[in-house]
């Protein structure tokens, strides 16, 4: 595996601890900047939802720029945006923080999963997809318990800027050149948006996506209330929910390189299970200590059962184009998941949260039975042909 294909992952890491660092701290930013939980749950929706309307524009306006160049941009301009959030006076000011970054995000999807995929088929995916997971490991857990452990949410946002520097060095010293070649084949790949098998994944993506963070996007909130832990065991237990993630992930690349829709089907119907268990028996703390270990394993995966399951039915010189409405639909099901759980939060309480999700979860498995058009294969490796019309050149 090429070093640039880590240090990519180590970019991942870098902004999924940004984009969902704010998981962890949802309460304690609600109550400091004095608006509802639901309210404060914007700060996560509403940059998904940047995300998802500025993925297809800034994609295509930056269409002829260097790779490497573009993605270096995006992590300069996270490690500026989680300073300008540590000091933000009111909770406008933090909104808007966290807004400008999100405008950029799909950048850096884009480029690194369609790299990635070139390179080393499903098995780079599945690296980079890893920055996602050890995020969830690490990156979440740490800049809660930094809040927690200096009293101070700003904390948070310090520490992420960090994360971001350090992946911003890793692009800079191991990630070669990547210019775009002078004749582009963009416009070729819209025939790809006639094939209906693409639009049926991208919907059940959206659900997929709002079925998993309805109730995970207040994991912290649903832990506090109904576990009644402290900041700290919750700090703990986000630690756990991503190493298990990091487990999952891997065996979740491994199923499905066997078969995928038998995967994906096991995932949905093992969440459903987990956030069951969850609203039994949330109010045991030895109990929920065994269910965020089950809920962690089964969570990271979607990411990656979103990716492959979507790729598989379009050829591989569209994968640019994909990607980019792929980013939109994980950031749109982020977006309208959080919405919806803090609209049944809002309204019946945290506890009750976990109903959103099943229903979507339900939903989306029941879609996986439906299929149109042809599949392709998993791609692992590319033509001679559809490397010398690939959008993204890598030098070794």
Sequence with gaps: MKRSIYAMALG???????????IGILPNLAKVFGVSLDTAGWL??????????????????????????????????????NLLSAFSPNFTVLMIARVLPAVLHPLFWNISLAVALKESGSKGVSVVMSGVSIATVMGVPITTYAAEFFHNWQASFYLSSLLSLIAFLGLLFFVPSMPTPKKKAGASQLYVLKNPQL????????????GMFSSYGYLAA?????????????SIMLLLFGGMGVLGNWLTGIALSKNVMLTTRIFFASLIL???????????????????????AIHTGGFLI??????????????????????????????????????????????????MSISLLAATLAL??????????????????????????MHA
Aim: hydrophobic share 55%.
């Design 12 to 22: 991942a890491f870098g902004i999924i601890t940004t984009e969902f660092g704010v």
């Design 44 to 81: 996560l929706s509403a940059f998904a939802l940047t995300v998802a309307v500025s993925s297809p524009l800034i994609t295509a306006l930056t269409a002829r720029l260097n790779r490497k160049l573009l993605m270096s941009a995006v992590l300069a301009v996270f490690i500026v945006s």
């Design 306 to 355: 979103g990716n492959i399951r979507t790729t598989r039915s379009v050829p591989h010189s569209a994968l640019e184009l994909v990607n980019s409405l792929l980013t939109s639909c994980y950031n749109i099901g982020i977006s309208l998941g959080t919405m919806l759980g803090g609209f049944v939060i809002a309204h019946y309480g945290v506890h009750e949260v976990v109903w």
């Design 222 to 234: 649903y832990m506090e209330k109904i576990t009644h832990m402290n900041g700290t065991q919750v």
């Design 274 to 296: 987990a956030q069951l268990l969850a609203y039994t028996f949330g109010g045991i703390f030895i109990a929920m200590v065994f269910i965020l270990s089950l809920w962690g």
């Design 199 to 210: 639009w049926l994944n991208l919907v059940s993506t959206v659900l997929m996506l709002a």
């Design 368 to 393: 996986s039975f439906i299929r149109v058009g042809k599949q392709h294969p998993v791609v692992t490796e590319a033509t001679e042909a559809e490397k010398e019309a690939m959008p993204v050149v």
